[in-house]
């Protein structure tokens, strides 16, 4: 059952309830619960934070960061929200942690230009396409590119994410509004549409 | 000619949420309907799909969960414990559980059984130093040890709901401070404020529970695992 997990759906009710279960033991001080939780989730926490840093070290910091509160903390979770909320919460606090300590921003970020060429090949593998959006995604402020991420990667609804973000929903619509408008406007193909077909 | 420009501004407003999955269904019905009249939405909602499936694949990367617990598992072990409640809290109104039906034993066996199959460290055999519920303190080693020394070992019998053993440890103040073992055995403490109670006392309550189907007391100076 263990293993390292590469979590890739978001959590659907039936793995709210296993969650639940396990951060009740983890209340109790249950360590394989602890544990158990810990493979569930580091995959996809490791994807959520390398959008915030992209140093490998300050990523399993802020993952072991998350779990020791979880850990401290399980007694507080009181159940009005997804527990993968709640736990997604505190990893984008430690991941601002991180963030903070490790420098701004991954070592290949910077302006990144979108090759057009590349860009048109109806060929583009599934590896490349990620690559290419991985790219995109540099390009977008901070806030909008978790937001992004939060949203088609982890599948947070808005309001999950104001949560975990500690924001208005509001401001998730608009982060959410300007990522899709910078996107299809860097990223035209991906949806078949000629560069600047995107309306604002 | 506004209530297209409506539907339409609401249209782009919901469709990163219906590509993934978390719109109601009324937000569906309405998009669906405004889709089949706007080409510029139906663009949107092909560009969105393909984005999120494009992102929802994790990165091939994802680090070494194995080598981070065992960071983490190290990390626990060499810091008292903080924060966790005793059990007798954790059939408080609006916590943790989904409903009043889970079962706390059953969840625990659940995770025993996903533990059999693991590969990775011994590490969760190591006994684990317990501190009640409440605010960050100070506190020597032996000290916390002297609190948590169990005095009775019990097993509980398959059925016993949360709420009974609610009741139980707080009938016999006491709290679990380790297992389940690999057979099923609990360890118990008196609890924070019942240092004083006699452990026969305890044990009486517990052994008159129907619940219990072993309570036996630990030996000062026992190793407890």
């Known amino acids: ?200 | 000619m506004t209530n297209l420009s409506n539907s339409h501004r609401r249209a782009w407003e919901i469709i990163p949420w219906i590509v993934n999955g978390s719109a109601s269904e009324e937000e569906i019905r309405a998009t669906h309907e405004h889709l089949r009249q706007c080409t510029d939405c139906r663009e949107a909602m092909a560009f969105e799909q393909r984005l999120h499936d494009a992102l929802s694949h994790p990165q091939a990367n994802p680090g070494d969960a194995a080598q981070g617990w065992r960071r983490l598992s190290a990390r626990l072990d060499a810091t008292p414990m903080s924060g966790h409640r005793s059990p007798t809290a954790i059939t408080e109104p609006g916590r943790v559980t989904a409903s009043g039906a889970v079962r706390w034993l059953a969840a625990a066996a659940f995770v025993e059984a996903l533990a059999l199959g693991a590969v990775v460290s011994s590490s969760w055999i190591n006994k684990i130093e317990r501190e009640p519920a409440g605010t960050y303190r100070t506190l020597s080693r032996l000290d916390t040890a002297a609190r948590t020394a169990p005095t009775v070992r019990v097993v509980f019998s398959q059925d016993m709901t949360l709420e009974q053993l609610h009741v139980l440890l707080k009938t016999a103040h006491l709290q679990v401070v380790a297992g389940p073992s690999e057979a099923g055995v609990w360890s118990l403490a008196p609890a924070d404020n019942a240092a004083s109670m006699a452990t026969d006392t305890a044990l009486q309550e517990l052994r008159g529970s129907q619940q219990v189907r072993f309570a036996e007391p630990i030996s000062s100076g026992a190793v407890q695992r």
């Not at chain 1, 929200?81 to 070592?107: F, Q, V, Y």
């Open chain 1, 1 to 200: 059952m263990f293993g390292p997990a590469t979590a890739q759906v978001p959590a659907s009710t039936r793995d709210d309830g296993r969650d639940r279960e396990l951060l009740g033991l983890i209340a109790l001080g249950e360590r394989r619960a602890l544990e158990q939780l810990y493979f569930n989730y580091h995959g996809r926490l490791g994807q959520f934070l390398s959008r915030l840093t992209g140093r490998r070290d300050a990523i399993e910091e802020a993952i072991n960061d998350t779990f020791w509160i979880v850990w401290q903390k399980a007694a507080q979770f009181r159940g009005d929200s997804r527990a993968s909320t709640w736990i997604m919460g505190i990893a984008w606090r430690c991941g601002l942690k991180a963030l903070r300590r490790s420098g701004p921003l991954p070592p290949e970020h910077g302006e990144a230009t979108i090759d057009a060429a590349s860009a048109t090949d109806t060929t583009l593998a599934s590896e490349e396409l990620r690559e290419w959006l991985d790219t995109g995604l540099r390009t977008l402020p901070f806030e909008q590119r978790v937001t992004m991420e939060m949203a088609y990667f982890l599948g947070h609804s808005c309001e999950e994410i104001a949560a975990i973000m500690s924001c208005p929903v509001n401001t998730v619509k608009a982060r959410m509004f300007q990522a899709r408008i910078k996107l299809r406007n860097l990223l035209p193909t991906l949806g078949g549409t000629p560069s600047g077909a995107a309306k604002s």
